[in-house]
């Protein structure tokens, strides 16, 4: 997907594939991308490992709706984004 990249160029930022980048709907859900593995995963908490660094998602009735190709779509209510540094 394109999306991230669009909007850096939009931004003027610089594309950074090694981290885990995302967008989160207000309400429920959110978009992952350049996701390298699940390191953490429950109902309240998931944690994605990118080649630099990692993002734990908090929230409630937290699932995977689609995990594939460094692609994640998280369903439930997303409270908390964090990038966690590793």
Do not use: H, P, W
């Not at 930022?13 to 593995?37: A, C, I, W």
């Amino acid at each position: 997907m394109r999306l991230f990249s669009e909007i850096e160029k939009i931004l003027g930022g610089e594309e950074d594939s090694s981290r885990v980048q995302y967008t989160v709907l207000d309400g429920g859900g959110g978009y992952f991308q350049n996701v390298k593995k699940i390191l953490e995963f429950s109902e309240n908490a998931i944690v994605f490992k990118g080649r630099r660094g990692s993002v734990r998602v908090e929230g409630e009735r937290l699932s995977l709706g689609k995990y594939y190709l460094g692609d994640a779509v998280v369903r439930g209510r997303i409270a908390r984004v964090e990038r966690c540094e590793s």
